[in-house]
């Protein structure tokens, strides 16, 4: 599983997608701040596909073993 491939096609989708679903959003009543994130929806995703795609059951025995 090479994971620089999975990441490239996750990141290549976020950058279609989160605009496309911003802009079909409903307006708030009361605007909310939107905070600069450390992390990348696609390398948030990328940990996501690649931790569901492992043996692990939950973080905690990833952490541990």
């Known amino acids: 599983m090479n994971v620089t491939a999975i990441f490239c ?3 290549d989708f976020c950058r279609v997608f989160i605009p496309a679903w911003q802009g079909s959003l409903l307006p708030e009543a009361v605007p909310q701040r939107t905070r600069k994130f450390t992390m990348s929806p696609a390398e948030v995703m990328t940990l996501l ?5 492992s043996s692990y059951r939950n973080f905690d025995s990833a952490a541990t073993s």
């Open 49 to 53: 596909i690649l931790f569901h795609n």
């Open 9 to 11: 096609d996750i990141d």
